[in-house]
Structures are given as C-alpha cells and as structure tokens.
C-alpha cells in the first residue's frame, strides 16, 4: 500500500463550489504540505504543518485553507473555487526535527479543473 | 528567498546514450539539500537522487550521478544508458538545511524525450 494517499485523484467542479482534497499518510511523519503544479511549472507550497497544532501558510495560500486532523490526515479545502485554480494538487510528508530537512514523500496527485 | 532555475525546457537523448540535465540555485545558506525528482506520465513525483551540501562527493544512484559544484551554485544530473523508461519531466529541487524553514523550491522542470 502506498504510503501518501490522496483524495481523490481527479475532480471537476463548477466555480464557486466548496471543493476538500484530503491526504492521509502511514509513514509516521510530524510535517505535512500541500503543493500545487501548473502547466510547465514547478511545484509551489500552498501550506505546510510541522505537527497538528502548528500550521503555516506557503507562497501561494490565498483562496485555501488547511485542516490537520490528524498526524497521519492533512486536508486542503476551496471555499469557492475558481477556474485559475484548475492545478495537480500534491500532498508531501517529512519526519520532524533534523529530518524534516531530508527527502519529502509524495502523494500520487490530484487532478482538480475548476470549470 | 532561494531560487531554482533549470534553463533547459526540453532535452532528447537516444536510447543508451548520455544525457545531462542543467540546474543552478541561489541561496545565501551554507547547509541545504538538493534533490532530482522524477515526474513521469503517470503524475508521481520520484525521487531520482540527493546530495547534501556538506558532502563533497557527488551521489551516484546507479545509472543516475549528479555534478554538485557548491561554489557555482550547479547541480546537474547526468543519467548514462540512457533507456526508453526514462522519459519523464525531471525536477531539480533545493530544500534548507533550517529544520523551521519548511518548503522544498522547485525548478520549472526539464521534459526528456528518449528516442529509440
């Protein structure tokens, strides 16, 4: 089984639809983020949390918000979704402390188009 | 704020040759890491390699090595034998070595093409 899931892995919504991605993940790691990639780019952080009571706002938040329900459950909502949020939507996972630092754990991605 | 540029949109190789992906970075920190992934058609993200910027050996993760040159700020990816399972978009990544700092800075990427 994988070790970040995400879901689900495809959705289309219409604007202004409240939209939930969620991932969940087995391999014990304190921090969580949520990225989002357009079309010829990178990836760029929406939100990070170091641990269920510490939660950050990445380079690109507006328009999102986060819920960490869980060590293992790391949740990114659309109040009202509009069609430039049409994006891959990736969770990652790391270890805290020094290895929040090292290698980060993808999920296999959400596809969203906001129409 | 760090910066990860990959100037190479697109990149060919044939089959069994050697190909190298160009990545540089700006950064004013002294302990960082840095990291290829690999985005195939299938959307995952997979780690090809990492080097920590402490170390002056360069990785090497079978047919994968890079060519880290910390004071030109160049990460490279060369990848030898180059084989059709290949083909994919290749991220060049830099994470900080400040355990608060949080976010990994992505390049816009490098789609390889590996013609038979």
Known sequence: DADVTQTPRN????????????????KGHD?????????????????YSFDVKDINKGEISDGYSVSRQAQAKFSLSLE????????????????????????????P???LTVL | AQTVTQSQPEMSVQEAETVTLSCTYDTSESDYYLFWYKQ??????ILVIRQEAYKQQNATEN???VNFQKAAKSFSLKISDSQLGDAAMYFCAY????????????????TLTVKP
Not at chain 1, 11 to 26: A, D, N, V, Y
Not at chain 2, 40 to 45: A, F, K, T
Request: with cysteine; proline share 6%; charged share 20%.
């Open chain 1, 11 to 26: 959705r289309i919504t219409k604007t202004g639809k409240r939209i939930m991605l969620e991932c969940s993940q087995t």
């Open chain 1, 31 to 47: 921090r969580m983020y949520w990225y989002r990639q357009d079309p010829g780019l990178g990836l760029r952080l929406i939100y």
């Open chain 1, 80 to 107: 009202s979704a509009i069609p430039n949020q049409t994006a891959l939507y990736f969770c990652a996972t790391t270890p805290g402390g020094a290895g929040g630092t090292d290698t980060q754990y993808f999920g």
């Open chain 1, 109 to 111: 991605g959400t596809r």
């Open chain 2, 40 to 45: 195939p058609p299938s959307r995952q993200m």
């Open chain 2, 63 to 65: 047919r994968f090595s």
């Open chain 2, 95 to 110: 994470r900080s070595g400040n355990t608060n700092a949080g976010k990994s800075t992505f390049g816009d990427g490098t």
